[in-house]
Every structure is written in C-alpha cells, then in structure tokens.
C-alpha cells in the first residue's frame, strides 16, 4: 500500500487518539478520586462543543485572528468546569456513599436533563463552527494534503498529558488528588477538606470535557449525539487504561485511535465493533485493565431485595390480578389494549433484570442486549427464513439466552463497577453489530414487516397472548427466587466470601442467572418485536437498558413485585405525557435524580414501608 | 366495571352519532395525522411544518373541504422505525385520524408504508425518496410526492454525459436512502455513460461520518467523477474536508439534494462551486404562482423558504383536493381520488401516477454557485418529473401487488 496514505492514515488516527484522551482523562480523574462513573461527562463534551461553536464565531467578529480564536476555546472549557462545579454541588456531592448503580443511574439522569436542556438554549440545528484562523490551509506531507488543524490536535494530546502530569506531581492539590485516588478514607481522616478536593476535581474533570468539545467545531458540527457517542469511547479508554489512571488512558486512546484509523481499511463497516473487542478482549485478560487496581472499597455495595415472609393469601392475590388482566379487554379500547400489551411486555422484562440485580447483585448495565438478541431473533428468523410467528419467539429467546450465556461467561469473573461496564461494552457490541452489519440487519433501517400470525393479529388476541406469556414466565422466574438457587444468589451478593466457604458454587451460579435472565429479557423482546411490527438498533440501545433501571427504580429494587409496578406507572407516564410535551426526556432525567435523592426505596418500597410501620 | 362499561357503550354511541353523515351539521373537524422527525431533522422538517401550517390556514380561512375545517394532528416521529410507526399507531387507534402523511428518513418511510399496508390507512410519504416505497415495498395504501431517487438520480446523470468523467466514486449515507440512491446511480451510471466504471465506494452512517477517513479513502482511488448522497451535517464535514484536501478539484461531482436551501446554508462560505446538483433556487424563479408563494411565505414567516416549505405547503392542498374529489375520507374513497390524479399546484400541473402511486413532481437541477455569504444554484433548468419516471415494466417487475 502507498506509504503516503498509510503516513496520512497514522497521522489521522493520532489526531483522534489526541482528543479522545483530553476527554477521557478528565473521566479518569474525576473516577480515580470521587470513585463514580460519571456518564455525564459525555455532556459536558457536548456543552463544549455547541459553547464553542456558537461564542468563538461571536469572537471572531470582534476581532479576527489566532488569539481570539484559542482565547475562545479555553473559554468555554472554562465555562464546562463551572458546569461542572455546580452539578457536583447540586448532585454528586450526595450520592459519594450511595451504590454505584444508583450513581450511573442519576449521572445518566443528568445525560437526559443536558440533552433537551441543550436543545432548548443552542436550538436543535446542528453547529459547525469557524475554522481555525491560520490554519485553514493544509499541508504536504509525503505529497498528500493534510489538514493542518489536525496537526495541532496531534500536539495538544501530549500537551495536556504534560500539564496534568505538572499538576498532579508539582502542586498541592495534585497530592492530595493522588492520595485520594490511592485511599480516599485515608485522605479523609487527616483533615483534609474534602468537599473543596471533590469540587475542585471535578472542575478539571469538566474544563477537560469542555476542551475536547471545544477543540472539536472545526472538524465536526456540534450536535445532540454526540454526547453518547464520545462517552460510550471514553468508557472503553478509561476501562481499559485502569479507571484513574491518567497514562493508562493515553496509553488506551492511542491504541484505540490507530485501530480506528486501520480498522477502516481491513473492516470498512466495522470500526465500532472493533473498538469494543478491545475492550472485552483486554477486560477478560486483565479485569481491571492496563494500569487499574483492584477496587480496595471493602464489604458489598450491592442493593436487593430482602426475605421476608410471605403474604397470607398470595394465590387469592394472583387470581385476582389473573381475573383482572383476562378481563381487560372487555373494558379497554384499541389503543389501551396497545398500552397494557406495551406495560405486560415491560414488566416482563424489567422484572428479568430484577433477577440479576435484586436477587444476584450483578448491576448489569446492558440488559437491552438481550431484550435486542430476542427482537433481532425472532424478526431475523421472519425475514431470513419465513417462519411464523409461533417458531419466531421461542428463536429470539434461544438467541438471546445464547448471546447471554456467553456475556456471562466473561462477565462473572468482574465485579462493580468494571461488571456494569463490561455489560455496557457487550450491549453496545450488539447495537454497533445490529447498526453495520447492514447485509443481515438492515442497519439502520431496521427490519420491517414483523407482524403476528392472523390469530393473533388483533389487538385483544395480541394482548391475551402477552398476558398468558408474561404471567407465566414471571411466574417462573418468582419461582426460581425463592428457590434455593435464589437463596444462593442472595448469598452470593451479600457476602461473595462466605458464599464460597460454604461450597456454593458462586460463579456458575450467577452465571446460570444471567443466563435466565437473558432468556426472559429475550423473550419480551420478541413480543415486543411483533407488536410494532418492526425492530430497529434503538432496541438494543443504552436508554433501552436505562429504560429498565427506571423502572426497577421506580417500582422498588428491594421488592420482588416492584419492577411490575415500575414498569407499568413509568410506562403509562410516558404514554400520557410525551405527546404533551417536547421535554420528556428533561422530565425523566429530573425523575430520575430525584428517586435517587429522595426516594430511593421506589413505590412498592416506600408503600410498604408505611404499612409495616403502622402495623 | 359495570359503570364503566355503561360509560364506553355511552361514548361508542356519541361516537358512532357523530361520524354519522346526518350529524355532518355539526360540522367536526376532518383530523389528519402527520409525523416528522422535528427535533432530529429540524433544518429540513421545521420550514416543511410551515409549510403546511400555511396552507391549512388558508384551507380553512376558504371554509375547509367537504363544508368541514382540517384539522392536523402533528407529532414527533423519533426519527427511528420503530418509533415512528408507534407514534401512527397512536394517532390511528387513539386520535382516530383518516389519513397519515409526512416522515423524512426513507428507513422510516418504508416502515411507515408497511404500517399502512397492515393497517390499511393511507400513507401520504411527502419526503422519503428512496425507490423502494414505490417500487419494492409499494403497496395500494402508500403514496409519494416527491421525486425519488430514480428521477432525481436519472436527471442529474444526464448531466454527467458530457463531462466525460469515467471513473466515479460513490459517498453514500449507510442507510436506505443512500443504499438505495447508490444502487440506482451504479445502473444508470453504467447504461447511459458506456465506459464507465466504479472505482470506490464509501458508506459512511448517517450523522456519523469520518470526514477525514472517508476523503482519504475516496482520494486513495483517484476518481474523475464523484457521486454524493450525503445531506445535513455529515454533507458539511464532507464538503470542509474535501476541500481543505483538494478532492473535488479535478472532478466532476453529481450530488443529491445539495442545491436544497436546508443544506446549502449551512456550508456559509464554502460551497464547493461547480457542483452539479438537484435543488431549489427559490431566489430565481419567476412563475407568478409559484413567487406569490414564495413572497407570502417570507412575509408570514420572516425568512426565506426551503424546499421543505415547497413541499408542505404542496402536499396540503393536494390532500385537500384529494378528499373534496373523494366525496368523504373513507379510505377506498381517498385511494381512488389519488390515484392517477391530476393536481394544479404552485409549480404546475402534478399528477399520481397510478401503477406506482408516485408523483411526478419535477426538480431543479442546475450547478452551484457562490453568492455573497451563502451559496446559491445557477444555470438551473426544471425538470418535469414524468420524463424521468420508471418504466411501467420495471414497476410491474419490482411492486409485489
């Protein structure tokens, strides 16, 4: 191959790997002290990005040339560090001690806030900004023109690296950055103010988000995506370099920038894939990556449900809600018995994951994967093979408890937050397989012309379907908790250690459950699937897996019966009001937070609680 | 339960009294659906929304159609299939609408024409151009406004003709739209032009291009012809790059949509002049009809159209029109008044043709142009839509009724 375009390629990848860590080393560090996965981050990028792109233009105008232009973009990052400031003061300060699937969750709420926030302030055009003054010409190198911007970004990778390199070695607040990275209790206990670290921690975390945003405008437009996109890359950076470990991610994004800028060449449509491989591929040989340590953080973080003893009069209850669920069509309309089909297919696969997480303790953050695998499957078996609905859902299922069981291979060897992020990564593997894999798939178009066999076609015969389907299998799976195995798996999650002495086989336990739960979340998938009539890689996206944290959230994660509940009071909000209103996703976010500030025990928690306590 | 049953047998009836034709008295509001990706796609679809805004306002100012106002139902279609065709099953089951119409992606016009051949309502697809929801995926329920990609393909390659350009490149959107415009460029490229081949290939995904990569690799290739299909903001990273790198210097370069205002605009000063191009040079046009629309639009709304607010504003009155000939919005009622109708619009007679249910709408093709801040098309010509539709024998071959 022509040693110009291959000069041009490594130079292209470079840039990227350049500001791919400015960005992820801002994650790393604000991980490495506060010890929380801020998902925000991405945000902040996107904060950046669209300041930028609409103050520098404005600058510009003032007075054009090259100090403007970086005056500009330092400016913004700094606006993005005083963002940064307040979110840690309004939120994160209050969930340091909280579980870690309780701050991903309530960092994603701020995602969503940010979101319809941006679009609301910066207008929902996309925005490309001014180019660089004085570097709008390229340069030869080899005979190939090539961007001359991109050659700065080259520089401003090691830059940065050097000055945080200079800030954590030369200053006090370095120190004490480090000591917090090393043991935050220790660092605690010997006076030192802990709020202003924190706080101060998170400035640098955001001004560095900011300016990997703001160095973005002259390349790319700001937009509302990309703030998934460059944390979903961030995510793979700093897992794989360590969590808090700032060379392990320059290290990283090199790695992962070359492989990018190749990738393109030997997998035209595959880059996304590729860059997750990485990551699963290093995780399984070094679970906490190439410069990580091991959690020190002693004892269980894990939140779920408890024992208690058993209500008096449980199949009375069942039979009523069976009664009541069999006789909704008799009162319901078209449309309502589209809602409830919607609710039972959510509950189903909300209360799939309370296995993982309540009774397993296994903060899965990619559920979606499997809900994905069980609507690709039976809509693949449609399209590819014709058959008919019947054979379709028991496919989807088979597919997903397979994609499940073999996630679950590598992800029972992790634990916390690695485990969350290594369910992120497969359930994005997926999403990027079902995105570009566009001869098999469709990508994003998607596959159409999922629909029901004639018998249950209608709206009622759908709906009793989705009933029969989703009672039983909830049955089973409440079954299958308070068996010993669930006993085993409430072991396993209190106290790994002991669970081990006593003989329990921890791993292939949790490993048959997240099998199990695979192959429900697949089956509700694939209802859900043919109730739509079409599938999409949306299905098998972040929010769909946050979807169903919502609604454990919400309904209660310390009850088994509180998925069901979360579900169907999410869903029927959701229903009631997005059509009102071009704000939901601000109005989920807010929720979000505020079940985790305020209300942490969900509706069937907090409900029961009062009885208990009036009795 | 009792109470409550009463209640719905109660609201079936008042229901069933007020569809009744006896009941036309009252005169309810014929509602309509319409969905679009409005925050996703805003630059195109929000001037579309003023489009139509305009022209049911002025329907209704004139009394309606059938003595009843229109009423439209508007929402959101998330921009993804699945999405969208829950939002129409919402506006079908819950609103009660008679007809759906709008969309943008073509991914989500095909399924929305799926939608409307299992549910038999019909489908109105202002936007989506690709081939296949006329041809491959058409079906009785589903029409199209405006040119697809076969026509505005087959006009722009007439152009390419005498460039004599023979080794083209391909930069297509990875999505159905670009799939399918790609698909129809590489056929046409290789009858009408003899000699000419396709020497590289690039799809990136839609809103997520590489610029640098994919110009790179396009440049790798060396091609003397270059055909685009990008649009939005992967178009402006395309366009920046292939500047900065000198990729359309020696070229000739086709490209889809381009000369639309929606997409200009945003390229500000950099429009890569020369190009040849489909678009809307609403600046030049002289039709008295046709600039009286334009001069009410920019008087209503303070800026200048786009082709979406063309569009819009054409698919209103030709519903309008549809249902006024039908006599009702009974949906056998409706597909009879559309098919091979003829409609007078801003820009001329139009008609459905009927063994496809596609348009034959025209569009200006012409070569871009620098003018002052922002660019503009010159040397434009329209071209009638029907001189470039697909043969009856391929719509006989590719429709599965």
């Not at chain 2, 790059?241 to 370069?253: H, I, K, P, S, W």
Request: glycine content about 10%.
């Amino acid at each position: 191959m022509d040693p110009a375009f291959l000069a041009v390629q490594a130079l292209s990848g470079l840039s990227s790997a350049s500001s791919l860590f400015i960005t992820a080393c801002g994650l790393t560090i604000v991980f490495g002290v506060t010890r929380i996965v801020n998902f925000a981050h991405g945000s902040l990028y996107m904060i950046g990005a669209y300041t930028a792109a609409t103050l520098v233009p404005r600058l510009l105008e003032l007075s054009f040339g090259p100090v403007t232009f970086w005056a500009g973009i330092l400016a913004s990052a700094l606006i993005v560090g005083v963002i940064g400031v307040i979110i840690e003061v309004l939120l994160l300060r209050r969930i340091y001690g909280a579980p870690e699937l309780f701050q991903l969750l309530a960092t994603f709420g701020v995602v969503l806030v940010v979101q319809d926030l941006v679009v609301q302030v910066f207008g929902p055009q996309d925005i490309l900004g001014p180019r660089a003054p004085g570097l709008r010409a390229p340069v030869e190198i080899l005979g190939r023109r090539f961007p001359s911007y991109e050659l700065v970004l080259i520089a401003a990778g090691p830059i940065v690296l050097g000055l945080v390199w200079l800030l954590l070695r030369k200053t006090r607040f370095g120190v004490l950055v480090r000591a917090a990275t090393q043991d935050r209790d220790m660092v605690a206990s010997l006076g030192v103010n802990q709020a202003l670290l924190f706080t101060g921690t998170l400035f640098l975390g955001a001004f560095l988000a900011g300016l990997g945003g703001a160095l973005q405008i002259p390349r790319v437009s700001a937009n509302t995506g990309m703030d998934l996109s460059i944390i979903a890359e961030a995510f793979v950076v700093t897992v794989v370099g360590g969590m808090g470990s700032v060379p392990g991610a320059f290290l990283a994004a090199l790695i992962i920038g070359q492989l990018q800028a190749f990738g393109i060449l030997i997998f035209p449509k595959s880059t996304l894939v590729v860059v997750f491989l990485l990551m699963a591929v290093v995780l399984a040989i070094r679970p906490y990556g190439f410069f990580g340590r091991a959690e020190v953080i002693g004892g269980t973080h894990a939140v779920g449900i408890a024992s208690r003893t058993p209500l008096p009069g449980r199949s009375l209850i069942l039979l009523v809600v069976v009664a009541i669920l069999a006789a909704f069509p008799l009162v319901a309309d078209a449309y309502l018995l589209k809602v409830a089909t919607e609710i039972l297919i959510f509950a189903l696969f909300a209360f799939s994951l309370q296995l993982l997480i309540g009774v397993g303790g296994i903060v899965s953050f990619g559920h979606a994967a499997f809900f994905g695998l069980g609507a690709y499957g039976a809509a693949l078996a449609v399209k590819w093979y014709g058959v008919s609905m019947e054979a379709a859902l028991p496919l989807g299922l088979a597919l997903a408890a397979l994609g499940a069981a073999l996630v679950g291979a590598f992800v029972v060897r992790l634990s916390g937050i690695y485990l969350a992020m290594m369910t992120l990564a497969a359930a994005q593997i997926l999403y990027a397989v079902a995105f570009q894999w566009v001869e098999v798939t469709g990508g994003d178009n998607g596959i159409v012309g999922v629909w029901p066999s004639p018998w249950a076609g209608g709206p009622v015969p759908y709906y009793l379907l989705t009933a029969a389907l989703t009672v039983v299998t909830v049955l089973l799976l409440k079954r299958i908790i308070d068996a010993p195995f669930g006993y085993s798996l409430r072991a396993a999650r209190d106290s790994e250690a002991r669970a081990e002495a006593i003989g329990l086989k921890v791993r292939q336990h949790r490993w048959l459950a997240f099998t199990i739960a695979g192959a429900a979340a697949g089956l509700a998938g694939g209802i859900y699937a043919f109730s739509r009539g079409s599938v999409d890689p949306s299905l098998l996206g972040i929010s769909t897996s946050v979807d169903a944290l919502t609604m454990l959230l919400l309904g209660g994660i310390q009850t088994v019966m509180g998925p069901l509940v979360g579900a169907a009071v999410l869903h029927a909000l959701r229903d009631w009001i997005m059509p009102l209103t071009s704000l939901w996703r601000l109005l989920l976010g807010l929720s979000i937070i505020a079940m985790v500030l305020i209300f942490p025990r969900g509706l069937v928690g907090t409900v029961r609680d009062r009885w208990e306590a009036r009795a | 339960m009792a109470t409550i049953s009463t209640i719905r047998w109660l609201a079936l009836g008042a229901a069933l009294a007020l569809g009744a034709p006896a009941a036309q008295a009252q005169q309810p509001p014929i509602k309509i659906g319409e969905l679009n990706s409005y925050a996703q796609w805003a630059a195109f679809t929000v001037p579309y929304r003023n489009g139509w805004q305009m022209a049911i306002e002025e329907i209704n100012a004139k009394g309606g159609v059938l003595g009843r106002k229109i009423e439209i139902i508007s929402r959101d279609d998330g921009a993804t299939p699945g999405s969208a065709t829950r939002v129409a099953d919402e506006l079908v089951s819950r609103e009660g609408v008679s007809l759906l119409f709008g969309s943008f992606l073509s991914n989500v016009g095909v399924a929305m024409a799926d939608f409307a051949n299992q549910k038999k309502i019909v489908y109105i697809a202002a936007e989506p151009l690709t081939d296949a929801i006329t041809m491959a995926q058409g079906n009785p329920y589903t029409f199209r406004v405006r040119p697809n990609n076969f026509m505005q393909v087959g006009m722009l390659v007439e152009q390419a003709k005498a460039s004599g350009a023979k080794r083209w490149a391909i930069v297509a959107p990875n999505y159905e739209y670009g799939q399918s415009a790609a698909a129809v460029f590489k056929r046409l490229i290789q009858e009408q032009v003899p000699g000419a081949e396709i020497v590289a290939e690039q799809y990136p995904a839609l809103g997520k291009i590489e610029a640098g990569a994919t110009v790179s690799a396009l440049e790798q290739a060396k091609p003397d012809g270059i055909f685009n299909v990008l649009f939005g903001p992967d178009l402006t990273q395309f366009v920046r790059e292939g500047n900065t790198r000198g990729l359309f210097e020696d070229a000739t370069v086709l490209s889809l949509l381009t000369g639309e205002p929606e997409w200009l605009l945003p390229l500000k000063d950099e429009v890569p002049e020369g190009w040849t191009v489909t678009g809307y040079p609403w600046d030049e046009i002289k039709e008295p009809k046709h600039k009286a629309f334009i001069d009410a639009y920019r008087a209503k709304y303070n800026e200048t159209p786009r082709l979406g607010s063309l569009l819009g504003y054409m698919v209103a009155y030709m519903i309008r029109d549809a249902i006024e000939r039908a006599g009702s919005t009974e949906t056998e009622a409706v597909i009879k008044a559309l098919e091979d109708a003829k409609f007078d619009t801003v820009i001329g007679p139009v008609t459905m043709r009927g063994i496809d249910n596609q348009s034959t709408m025209g569009a200006w093709v012409g070569k871009l142009v620098q003018k002052g801040a922002t660019g503009g098309m010159t040397d434009w010509t329209y071209k009638d839509g029907a001189a470039f539709m697909p043969s009856e024998a391929d719509v006989k071959a590719a429709r599965k009724d």
